[in-house]
């Protein structure tokens, strides 16, 4: 994604963070740096609602009066649509807090170009096998707090059938509501199946919990081991050949998606943005 610079606004990244996991934080970072690096915006900063800098200090970080901000989530929820706003002050699309125009974009896992990420890192992960002979499970963490976290999954899987991708069966799973990823197996009419964690960062879901929940582990380890689990593809498991990805956060081109999401808050809201 190339967008005009902005050369007077700052973009701030916010993410959820962890209190158990200090590497959950940074692909946060690395889509940062990434972004930074193109020299489109006078500043680029990260927050988090469990990490430093935290959200409520996220201002007084910045210098320019025009502040983007995208939420580095999967899916509209708790965190972008109570969270978030409380904590920023935020009112609408668009808010003056302590003298700063912020701009409210949607979060990047609503963005239609995730799809195209979901299938480049399900053929990464599974080189060489074919999508007709293969099913795909998108998997996320499921919860009845926010329906719409869940939306963003059904969406994906939707989009990933109508783009014609030619997988036998695409499907949504989860760990903590029907359909359970834990039933993978029961899931798949195939023999070969590819799981890819709708998350944003290699926390304790995705190489901890759904590892266990999947089979490929038979307890909760370490997180010092966790990568493992990325490297040692395919896994025989149930009679079946199993594929697990590392989640589609930790995917570098994730910063063109907050940059899209950047675009779509200007052609959406263009009356309201300084130019």
């Known amino acids: 994604m190339s967008i005009a610079p902005k050369p007077n606004s700052a973009l701030l990244i916010v993410g959820h963070g962890s209190t158990e996991n200090p590497d959950s934080s940074t692909p946060y970072f690395d889509h940062a740096d990434e972004i930074r690096s193109r020299g489109l915006f006078a500043e680029v900063h990260c927050c988090f609602w469990k990490e430093e800098p935290s959200l409520r200090e996220a201002l007084y970080m910045i210098d320019a009066d ?10 509209e929820g708790y965190f972008t649509q109570d969270v978030i706003p409380r904590e920023l002050g935020l009112d609408g699309p668009t808010t003056v807090v302590r003298g700063k125009t912020l701009h409210y974009c949607a979060p990047v896992g609503v963005h239609p170009s995730m799809t195209q990420l979901l299938l480049r890192r ?6 060489g096998v074919k999508p007709a002979e293969a099913s795909l499970i998108i998997t996320g963490h499921g919860t009845g707090l926010n329906q719409n976290s869940t939306k963003a999954i059904r969406d994906q899987v939707e989009l990933i059938i109508a783009a014609g991708a030619g997988y036998a069966s695409v499907t949504d799973a989860y760990m903590e509501e029907t359909p359970f990823i834990a039933e993978w197996d029961k899931l798949t009419p195939t023999d070969q199946v590819i ?15 759904i590892p266990v929940l999947l089979g490929i582990e038979s307890e909760v380890g370490a997180a010092a081991s ?4 990325f490297r040692q593809n395919p896994h025989h498991l149930r009679g079946k050949t199993l594929y697990y990805s ?5 995917e570098r081109l994730i910063a063109d998606v907050i940059l899209d999401q950047v675009s779509d808050f200007d052609k959406a809201h263009k009356s309201l943005v300084a130019n």
């Open 66 to 75: 025009e502040v983007y901000v995208v939420p580095d989530f999967i899916s």
């Open 195 to 209: 799981v890819v964690p709708f998350f944003i960062s290699d926390g304790l879901h995705s190489y901890q919990d």
């Open 122 to 127: 399900a053929k990464e992960v599974a080189p």
């Open 226 to 229: 966790q990568r493992e689990i």
């Open 246 to 250: 590392s989640a589609i956060g930790t």
